[in-house]
């Protein structure tokens, strides 16, 4: 078995993906040690075990960890979904999809830190959509106001969205509420 030694666990920092207690850092911290131990003691025929066992309880405990901070950390969630929604909406009104298309997932994950995959577990936890599902639910509410308050075409409407394509809009629009842009907005003349 080869030998390596574990570097010092880092468990600062703005955008981690995993945020431990002190008593939780002190389990991983305790499980890196045992296997520390085992990998400096005398190599026998059970050591590859022992080490696979303990590599499966830090993913376990890793497992754990994470997902609990989704409900442990609810209020500073809730903060990130407020500013992820004003994100959306400042994009959206202020037209910076004209020039820079659709806002993406690696747009909001690089304006709020954490990793896109986190802001999608996050945001799955909290409103169940995970982040590329919420901002077509976005979309779909700005596009629903303009059909509604402009007489601007349903391409027109795509364009200001970011759609490079209206038949990329309409279809993610028929997805989404069973009806295309034209039907939906007759259903309100």
Same mark, same amino acid.
């Given at each position: ?74 209020? &500073? ?10 994100? &959306?909406?400042?994009?959206? =009104? ?10 993406? @997932? ?18 799955? %936890?909290?409103?169940?959509? =995970? ?22 075409? @349903? ?24 009806? %295309? ?5 007759? %259903?309100? =003349?």
């Amino acid at each position: 078995m080869a030998a390596f030694t574990f570097k010092r666990l880092r468990f600062a920092g703005n955008n981690r993906a995993l945020h431990l207690s002190d008593t939780e850092k002190e389990t991983i911290l305790s499980i890196y040690r045992s296997m520390e131990q085992e990998l400096s003691s005398r190599v026998d025929e059970f050591s590859q075990e022992v080490m696979i066992a303990h590599i499966e309880l830090l993913l376990s405990y890793v497992n754990r960890f994470y997902k609990r901070q989704f409900i442990t950390r609810k209020v &500073i969630n809730d903060d990130i979904l407020q500013k992820t929604e004003a994100i &959306i909406d400042h994009y959206l =009104n202020s037209r910076q999809s004209l020039h820079q298309g659709l806002p993406t @997932v690696q747009f909001l994950s690089g304006q709020l830190n954490p990793s896109s995959g986190y802001l999608s577990d996050m945001l799955r %936890s909290l409103i169940g959509q =995970n982040a590329q599902q919420y901002i077509h639910e976005k979309l779909i509410e700005k596009a629903k106001e303009r059909l509604t308050t402009t007489r601007l075409s @349903v391409a027109e409407i795509a364009y200001e969205l970011g759609f490079e394509h209206s038949q990329s809009f309409s279809k993610l629009f028929k997805n989404k509420t069973k009806q %295309s842009p034209l039907e939906f907005r007759s %259903s309100f =003349n």
